[in-house]
Structures are given as structure tokens and as C-alpha cells.
Nanobody, 123 residues
């Protein structure tokens, strides 16, 4: 079965950096777009970033453009989210997700999520 396991979350001060990883199993990773979502307390889950199956195309929410970078290593079956210049408003549980279609830019086109990893940014 599809499994997505996130790691790398933690607590950091504003302006700091974190790198999230997501290890995938149970499907042919290199054939699927992947993405990251986040959910802050009391808020809806929101799309953060997506990457095509090849890694050649990436997409970002406006709130993280220029600060976050999504990447993937198909040989290691892992997708990453490098987060720089973190802000207090980035505090959330971050989820890795598998794309259901071919377009990694559409938040509605993701079908599996991991359990999430907590990111806390203190100001």
C-alpha cells in the first residue's frame, strides 16, 4: 500500500531553515508528481509546493515563493522541501502527498498523504 513518511520537522527561530524529507513506498515513485501541503491550527490544509514526476517542473504557493524549494530524488524514492527564511506564519503540520494526475500544480489532484511533521517557527 502507498506509504509516505515525513521527517525533518522541528522548532526553529524566525529566519532559520529546515529541510523536510518524505520517504515513499508502495508505488512506482518516479511515475507520480509529488507535493507538500501544510495545516496550521484552526486553518484549512493548504498547498505549499508541487513537483512533476521528472522534477523538471515545480510549483509554489505565493506565500512561500522564493523561500521554499521542492526537489526529488527518484533513485532514493524521496521528495524534499527546503525551507529558508522561515516566518512564524509558516508554523504548521507539513504533509507530503502523492499526485493523482499528471499536473502537480493542482491541489485537488493529490490522493495520498503522510502523517505529517510539525514545524514550529518562533519569532
Amino acid at each position: 500500500q502507498v506509504q509516505l513518511v515525513e521527517s525533518g520537522g522541528g522548532s526553529v527561530q524566525a529566519g532559520g531553515s529546515l529541510r523536510l524529507s518524505c520517504a515513499a513506498s508502495g508505488f512506482v515513485f518516479s511515475l507520480y508528481p509529488m507535493g507538500w501541503f501544510r495545516q496550521a491550527p484552526g486553518k484549512e490544509r493548504e498547498f505549499v509546493a508541487g513537483i512533476s514526476w521528472s522534477g523538471g517542473s515545480t510549483y509554489y504557493a505565493d506565500s512561500v515563493k522564493g523561500r521554499f524549494t521542492i526537489s526529488r530524488d527518484n533513485a532514493r524514492i524521496t521528495v524534499y522541501l527546503q525551507m529558508n527564511s522561515l516566518k512564524a506564519e509558516d508554523t504548521a503540520v507539513y504533509y507530503c502527498a502523492r499526485g493523482a494526475g499528471s499536473d502537480a500544480s493542482k491541489p485537488a489532484m493529490y490522493d495520498y498523504w503522510g502523517q505529517g511533521t510539525q514545524v514550529t517557527v518562533s519569532s
